[in-house]
């Protein structure tokens, strides 16, 4: 019953991990395009770039508002369905974990006056001003909740006494060794993911209703910012195998299927395991899997059989590191070829193809997100926190987890249906373009009273 408990507890767990990233990844990524588009737009003096503030932002308040539902639920199971692991580390992470809250208030506080106050200000630079907290606390939240995360990876700033952590510091907690390089990831990740979602809007739309200038100048716009943090995430992920080379080698060695411990290691890609763990059917790229853990091709990378075979974590994770780094390095594929057509005059960017695969990049991305938070929470098994508390130790012993996944199962289902139909009716009855002529209409209209007032 025990172990049927765990897997329960597994499963809710994923289930609203994988349900709020979408959301989470959301609430990060796309503050920041709001502000670029409406910092533009108000240099050029250009509505459509404003335009297109205004209209992300409406989606965007969507988002927060099944984030938050969903990162409610989080919190409640922590203590629910993880009750010895927050016995066990709750006065460690209490900290990040109000900073969060906070963070998210922070930024809710300065949306809702953003939302309401459009064209109230003679300057229209101090509205703008209003996206600064709100990508700030988005941002924090995501560094503070990711902290968390880089704790049960790289425990630190406590003492281990009787079974229990003392002497405890959260800040040194905090700032383990694992937060830079998870932090750099996750942040990269969402503005890359948010840049690629608007991107893909934009792309379909000219698809289905043909090339019009407002959406020609938000994929222009968006497809740069995904060639930038294209770049970015891949330094991120550069850094992160490092870090997993040197902290947690046996997690780097299961996403590699590297067994033995060798001098320039091969990086192996793609393939599947037999019965006797024999690698068949992989691309091997020599001696490049030394050269990513620590910049030296001939450098010696630890294997996974030097460690103990109860702490081997699944070696099922090769298969999601291989579509997490494939997606990513495909997108700085799809980015680059996008703009070397808007730099090589012959060809025309948004050329059926090139839209197809520009619209492909948004689920990919959201894929991409999906894949490297399971390849971080399953490589770290059997470990809840590493080194101290394996997962077993942590879930509850009640047989109401599995009420509990169907529970949320169904709350998930509604949220994703109800989000999806608010959002079709916010955007599919109201055309950008349509959206554009009723604004400079009522503009011109309010300029006519004004003038006649005088």
Excluded at 68 to 92: D, E, R, Y
Excluded at 94 to 114: R, T
Excluded at 168 to 176: F, H, I, K, T
Excluded at 270 to 289: C, D, F, Q, R, S
Aim: some cysteine; aromatic content about 12%.
């Amino acid at each position: 019953m025990e172990l049927d408990t765990v897997l329960w507890s597994r499963l809710v767990t994923g289930l609203t991990l994988g349900f709020h990233v979408i959301f989470a990844t959301l609430g990060v990524g796309v503050p920041l395009m709001i502000a670029i588009a409406e910092f533009i737009g108000i240099r050029k003096k250009d509505n459509h770039y404003i335009l297109m503030a205004k209209r992300w932002s409406r989606g965007f308040v969507i988002s927060v508002a099944v984030g938050v539902v969903t990162g409610t639920a989080i919190s409640l199971q922590l203590a629910l369905v993880w009750p010895n692991f927050m016995k066990l580390a709750g006065n460690v992470i209490a900290l990040p974990l109000f900073m969060e809250v906070f963070a998210f208030f922070f930024e809710a506080i300065f949306l809702g006056i953003y939302l309401y106050t459009w064209d109230r200000f003679k300057n229209p630079y101090i509205h703008w001003l209003l996206t600064i907290p709100v990508v700030a606390g988005a941002g924090m939240s995501a560094v503070f909740i990711t902290t968390v995360n880089g704790f049960m990876n790289q425990p630190e700033g406590f003492v281990m006494e009787a079974g229990q952590f003392i002497a405890v510091n959260p800040v040194q907690a905090m700032l383990n060794t694992a937060t830079f390089s998870k932090v750099f990831h996750v942040l990269s990740s969402a503005y890359l993911t948010g840049a690629a979602l608007l991107a893909g809007i934009a792309a379909l739309a000219m698809l289905r209703k043909g090339v019009s200038a407002y959406h020609k100048k938000g994929l222009n716009l968006m497809m740069a910012v995904v060639l930038v943090f294209s770049l970015l995430n891949t330094l991120a992920g550069d850094v992160s195998a490092k870090f997993l080379a040197e902290h947690q080698p046996e997690k780097l060695a299961a996403a590699e299927w590297h067994f033995e411990t060798e001098s320039g290691a091969d990086l192996i890609l793609l393939g599947w395991l037999n019965a006797e763990h024999e690698i068949i059917g992989a691309l091997h790229l020599p001696k490049l899997l030394s050269f990513l853990a620590f910049g030296d091709f001939n450098a010696e990378v630890t294997g996974l059989n030097e460690f103990p075979p109860d702490e081997h974590p699944p070696l099922l994770v090769h298969y999601l590191f291989d579509v997490m780094a494939g997606i990513g390095f495909a997108l700085l594929a799809i980015s680059s070829l996008y703009f070397l057509l808007v730099f090589w005059k012959k060809r025309n960017q948004f050329n059926h193809w090139m839209l197809r695969l520009v619209a492909l990049s948004a689920p990919l991305a959201f894929l991409a997100v999906e894949m490297g938070w399971f390849y971080a929470e399953v490589g770290r098994q059997p470990w809840i926190i590493r080194g101290y508390m394996r997962v077993e130790e942590a879930a509850t012993t009640s047989p109401s987890v599995r009420v509990l996944f169907f529970v949320f199962l169904l709350l998930y289902i509604v949220l994703g249906v109800i989000c999806v139909l608010v959002l079709r009716r916010l955007f599919n009855n109201n055309p950008a373009d349509l959206e554009m002529e009723k604004w400079m209409k009522a503009k011109q209209d309010q300029s006519a009273d004004q003038g006649g007032h005088a």
